[in-house]
């Protein structure tokens, strides 16, 4: 396996390179996008990881600060799992003229409402820099996890309208014995909010059970929201949404096109996000 910290030392592309991106502080659902990855590479492809903590996708400067960095353990882990190459640039190879110019943003960016919403910013510098990422390393499909819905449709309708010829492919979330969601900020988590953290979960459970019982998306948002505030969970939002565009009005045809239950909110302060198919 190469570790390398500028695309200039990426082996010459002979054959199709699958770019896994991450932050990261790597854990399981990270490692399974690395299967996938290799899965999708084939015999003769590369499977290319990321390690690059973007500052311009944080919005506050105190979260970009204490998120965790573990690069040596990070190359371990990687190496196990038979990545081939693991790119981590320091800011500079990435922004070498201070961060581009704006990759204008898809509507799935804005429109819902979600984590645009919450984190004004956050998707102008999560589209930057996969964009940034996709022409430094030129791969031909690269891997997202479904964990985060809204990043995962947003680069995919940033791709389809750029044309940018990178297939997404996408991995499911990897969770916890008791249903949390992997995430490298549940190590910020108390014993105790970790104890309350599967709350998510059972939120998104509750609100597939109210589909079940027959209930139609705004109950359902109801039963979220209630288990999550027992839960004492700080509510950001939970909603039921078009999974593809992430918005539902008057004319979404609920009981025919895919939805998605999808949340996120506080514990102690760390904000964790999850969602599921409803
Ligand atoms: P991050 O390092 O948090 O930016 O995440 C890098 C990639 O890993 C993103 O595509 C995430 O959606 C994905 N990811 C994060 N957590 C999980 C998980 N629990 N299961 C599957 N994929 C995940």
Same mark, same amino acid.
């Given at each position: 396996?190469?570790?390398?910290?500028?695309?200039?030392?990426?082996?010459?592309?002979?054959?199709?390179?699958v770019?896994?991106?991450?932050?990261?502080?790597?854990?399981?659902?990270h490692l399974?996008?690395?299967?996938?990855?290799?899965e999708?590479?084939?015999?003769e492809?590369?499977v290319?990881?990321?390690?690059?903590?973007n500052p311009?996708?944080?919005?506050d400067?105190?979260?970009?600060?204490?998120?965790? /960095?573990?690069? %040596? !353990?990070?190359? =371990?882990?990687?190496?196990?799992?038979?990545?081939? @190459?693991v790119?981590?640039?320091?800011v #500079?190879e990435?922004?070498?003229?201070g961060?581009?110019?704006?990759?204008?943003?898809?509507?799935?960016a804005?429109?819902?409402?979600?984590?645009?919403?919450h984190r004004p910013?956050?998707?102008?510098?999560?589209?930057?820099?996969?964009?940034?990422?996709?022409?430094?390393?030129?791969p031909?499909k690269?891997?997202?996890?479904?964990?985060?819905w809204?990043?995962? /449709?947003?680069v %995919? !309708?940033?791709? =389809?309208r750029?044309?940018?010829?990178?297939?997404? @492919?996408?991995?499911?979330?990897?969770? #916890?014995?008791?249903?949390?969601?992997?995430?490298?900020?549940?190590t910020?988590?108390?014993?105790?909010g970790?104890?309350r953290?599967?709350?998510?979960?059972?939120?998104?459970?509750?609100a597939?059970?109210?589909k079940?019982?027959?209930?139609?998306?705004?109950?359902?948002?109801?039963?979220?929201?209630?288990?999550l505030?027992e839960?004492?969970?700080?509510?950001?939002?939970?909603a039921?949404?078009?999974?593809?565009?992430?918005?539902r009005?008057?004319s979404t045809?609920?009981?025919?096109?895919?939805?998605?239950?999808?949340?996120?909110?506080?514990?102690d302060?760390?904000?964790?996000?999850?969602?599921?198919?409803?």
């Amino acid at each position: 396996m190469q570790v390398v910290q500028r695309a200039e030392q990426l082996a010459p592309a002979a054959s199709q390179r699958v770019l896994v991106p991450t932050m990261g502080a790597l854990h399981a659902g990270h490692l399974s996008l690395v299967r996938k990855a290799t899965e999708a590479a084939g015999e003769e492809g590369v499977v290319v990881v990321s390690v690059f903590v973007n500052p311009t996708q944080f919005n506050d400067p105190a979260d970009l600060e204490r998120y965790p /960095r573990t690069l %040596e !353990a990070d190359v =371990e882990a990687l190496r196990e799992v038979g990545a081939d @190459v693991v790119f981590a640039p320091p800011v #500079e190879e990435v922004y070498p003229d201070g961060p581009l110019t704006e990759v204008p943003l898809p509507p799935v960016a804005t429109e819902p409402k979600l984590e645009d919403a919450h984190r004004p910013g956050h998707f102008a510098g999560v589209c930057q820099v996969v964009a940034r990422l996709f022409e430094l390393v030129r791969p031909a499909k690269a891997v997202f996890g479904e964990k985060d819905w809204q990043q995962l /449709r947003v680069v %995919e !309708a940033m791709s =389809e309208r750029d044309g940018l010829g990178v297939e997404i @492919v996408a991995g499911p979330t990897v969770r #916890e014995r008791d249903g949390l969601a992997m995430s490298s900020r549940n190590t910020h988590l108390s014993s105790e909010g970790r104890r309350r953290a599967p709350a998510l979960f059972a939120a998104l459970r509750e609100a597939s059970l109210a589909k079940l019982a027959g209930a139609g998306p705004d109950e359902a948002e109801g039963a979220m929201r209630r288990v999550l505030g027992e839960a004492g969970v700080e509510i950001d939002y939970a909603a039921v949404r078009d999974a593809r565009t992430l918005v539902r009005d008057a004319s979404t045809d609920w009981r025919g096109s895919p939805m998605r239950s999808i949340l996120a909110g506080r514990i102690d302060g760390v904000r964790l996000l999850d969602n599921a198919p409803w």
